[in-house]
């Protein structure tokens, strides 16, 4: 099962106001990662956080490698309707067997014009 | 190509079936993944492949369930004996290994819709 603790599972905002979202492990992890997924289709990567204490934007996204390396969070400034969807963190520990991402539940945005 | 490609979106079978789920990665892709997602959660890894021999298969729920990549490109993930639980939308995705895996993510495809009836 997953390991990641998601939260919050939902939220529902009015356009231009600022979203944040959080991820828990019980296990550390090497990478963070931010996707974004659209209706009927796979996760896009938003945002990807290489070490401890690393703080990275992308435009309105701003997202942070927890310095416990258990956790991260994601920020989106200034919503608007197309950022509806739902936002998945996964982390990755790199070894040799491979790049297995492992997956939160997702928060589902949801943005009131 | 010039994303991941999985055929078909949509699969509505029998309990009892057999199916099978075809990726196409990107070109030069030498990793790929496949993954379950069940409604309203996240994606669940299955397997893994470097190349033509899967390198991690821990995430197969059972032995119903198989993957092949005989050419170190395409590959079809085949469920036997289908059951309703296994009704989800199957994710492949595909990577460079190591430093570009690492540095950029997986590229995911648009999934298979498997709706077991």
């Known amino acids: 099962g997953q390991q990641l603790n998601q939260s919050p599972q939902s939220m529902f905002i009015q356009e231009g106001e600022d979203v944040s979202m959080n991820c828990t492990s019980s296990?550390?992890?090497?990478?963070w990662l931010w996707y974004k997924q659209d209706p009927g289709e796979g996760p896009v990567l938003l945002i990807a956080?290489?070490?401890?204490?690393e703080l990275t934007s992308n435009g309105r996204l701003t997202a942070q490698f927890g310095t416990t390396r258990k956790d991260s969070f994601l920020n989106i400034s200034a919503s608007i309707p197309s950022d509806v969807g739902i936002y998945f963190c996964?982390?990755?520990?790199?070894?040799?067997?491979?790049?297995?991402?492992?997956f939160g539940g997702g928060t589902r945005l949801m943005v009131k014009p | 190509g010039a994303g991941v490609s999985q055929t078909p979106s949509n699969k509505v079978t029998e309990k009892g079936k057999y199916v099978e789920l075809r990726c196409d990665p990107i070109?030069?892709?030498?990793?790929l993944y496949w993954y379950r997602q069940s409604l309203g959660q996240g994606p669940e890894f299955l397997i893994y492949?470097?190349?033509?021999?899967?390198?991690?298969d821990s995430g197969l729920p059972n032995d119903r369930f198989f993957a092949v990549r005989p050419e170190g490109s395409v590959s079809t993930l085949k469920i036997q004996r289908t059951e309703r639980g296994d009704s989800a939308v199957y994710l492949c995705?595909?990577?460079?290994?190591?430093?570009?895996?690492?540095?950029?993510?997986?590229?995911f495809g648009s999934g298979t819709r498997l709706t077991v009836v």
């Open positions: 995705a595909s990577s460079l290994i190591g430093y570009g895996a690492r540095r950029y993510g997986y590229t």
């Open positions: 296990s550390i992890f090497n990478t």
């Open positions: 956080l290489y070490k401890a204490g």
């Open positions: 996964a982390g990755l520990l790199n070894n040799n067997a491979g790049n297995m991402l492992t």
């Open positions: 070109s030069g892709h030498t990793a």
């Open positions: 492949f470097q190349g033509t021999g899967a390198a991690d």
